[in-house]
């Protein structure tokens, strides 16, 4: 693969050279134009000159040719001078009386209308002129060939041949000069992001300006780092709850165990002990699939099939088994602007996970009442339904509700009251993001409210 160095290096190159390219061309192609002007206008002098002296002397002899030859201050290489009189069809005169066949295959394309004519033959230019005085329908024909400025022209061509070979290899060193200058800060990045490792993840690539495009990228590198640091302290801190979490209950098992098999017991102790044990397995079993429920959905986020699930009867639902898991939970529900159009009531999401976060939500209330309930409020409206739980309780401290929604997070406002594993809460707000919706907690003294907000189906 070719660095960037080299690219960058190689379009520099093709680049300018195509710019050069186009110059060395432009001024070819004009000086061209400017030399066959030039000599045009020096053979039209030529026939003006043939012409005054011709008809003024009224002569055709070797005198005329003289002072023609002495007229032309530089010599014209071949040149060839010629007076066609239109009416007989017929040279009048000719500077080269045994070559005037070269002038006469031009005859036809004389235009009596036009004043002079420009024509090409070869490597010969030629310039006719038609005389329409009283001395009859006469034309000059003057051809010629501009040795000097095809050797100009050729002089030219290599001097730009060379000077275009010769900046090419200027460009190639100069644009692998200065694409090195450019890549520099990369290097530098490139340096200091090998020296970040996981201990020390704090670290942030520095670019002295912020501003250009490196800058940019720099900038940009560092918010991607301060993600990572985050998520490895989020993972360091899920380790270390998980570990806890599962310590104490195995713990607790294990004493309990060698306590029953120290000595024989009666079968009521043997009966205390398997029930404490079937509880607390009753709590690793409910750790275990609330941490399922949350990898799941983290894991197999873009993965869950989505469906039309209608929220009032997926709410009544969830209400009814969790009553019926918890004898002692009251659970009441109130649907406010009920809607009569029934595509008001239904999202597009996983029917499961919605239940998982309904779930958690009226759990997590009844739980930490003091009367296990849970008041519920549903609303739809505007293309929104919106679903608030209500729980009596204490009040969980301002600074306390941001954390709520992470892993393992416990209020001390609430740890004491209820047992739990604050798990629950972070899959509800896992399968909100999945869902693209919203949710919200506030807290007073006579309670805590939650608020999920949802889109209804388009």
């Known amino acids: ?71 032309g201050k530089e010599p014209l290489l071949n040149e060839n001078i ?54 009859g329908n006469n034309w000059v024909v003057v051809s010629g060939i501009d040795q000097a400025g095809r050797e100009g022209l050729e002089d030219l061509k290599r001097i730009l041949i060379v000077m275009i070979l010769v900046a090419i290899l200027l460009l190639g060193i100069s644009g692998w000069l200065f694409a090195d200058r450019a890549l520099a800060p990369m290097s530098g990045i490139v340096q200091q992001v090998n020296t970040i490792f996981p201990a020390n993840v704090e670290r942030r690539v520095e670019h002295p300006n912020r501003s250009d495009e490196i800058g940019v990228l720099v900038a940009t590198f560092n918010q991607l780092l301060d993600r990572i640091e985050q998520a490895l302290k989020t993972q360091k801190m899920f380790i270390a709850n998980v570990s806890h979490e599962l310590k104490n209950p195995l713990t607790k098992i294990n004493s309990q165990i060698d306590v029953a098999l120290i000595q024989k017991r009666n079968p009521e102790a043997y009966e205390r002990t398997l029930q404490s044990l079937q509880e607390d397995a009753r709590s690793l079993t409910q750790l275990t699939n609330t941490l399922l429920e949350l990898a799941n959905t983290s894991i197999q986020a873009n993965k869950l099939p989505f469906e039309p699930v209608r929220m009032d009867e997926l709410l009544w639902e969830t209400k009814t088994q969790l009553q019926s898991w918890h004898d002692d939970y009251v659970i009441q529900l109130t649907f406010t602007d009920f809607p009569d159009d029934e595509e008001a009531l239904i999202v597009q999401g996983n029917r499961a996970s919605l239940s998982v976060l309904l779930m958690n939500l009226l759990d997590n209330a009844c739980k930490f009442s003091p009367i296990k309930t849970a008041s519920v409020n549903f609303r739809s409206k505007e293309g929104r339904i919106t679903i608030t739980v209500f729980n009596e309780g204490p009040q969980i401290p301002q600074a306390d509700l941001p954390y709520l929604f992470q892993p393992f997070f416990r209020s001390n406002a609430t740890a004491m009251s209820s047992r739990g594993h604050g798990v629950g809460l972070a899959v509800v707000a896992q399968v909100t993001q999945i869902h693209q919706g919203d949710i919200a907690v506030t807290s007073t003294p006579k309670g805590t409210t939650f608020t999920l907000t949802l889109s209804c189906i388009e």
């Open 1 to 71: 693969m070719i660095n960037i160095r080299t690219r960058l290096t190689y379009q520099f190159v093709f680049l300018v050279t195509l710019i050069l390219l186009f110059f060395s061309l432009g001024v070819y192609f004009f000086s061209k134009l400017y030399l066959e002007k030039r000599f045009y206008k020096r053979l039209q002098d030529r026939a003006i000159t043939t012409t005054t002296l011709l008809f003024d002397l009224q002569q055709t002899d070797s005198t005329v040719l003289k002072l023609i030859d002495a007229g």
């Open 82 to 135: 010629s007076v066609y009189n239109g009416k007989n069809r017929e040279i009048l005169f000719s500077t080269n009386p045994a070559n005037t066949q070269f002038h006469e295959q031009f005859i036809n394309q004389l235009d009596s209308t036009a004043q002079t004519l420009y024509l090409q033959k070869d490597e010969y230019q030629i310039v006719a002129i038609h005389l329409t005085s009283g001395n």
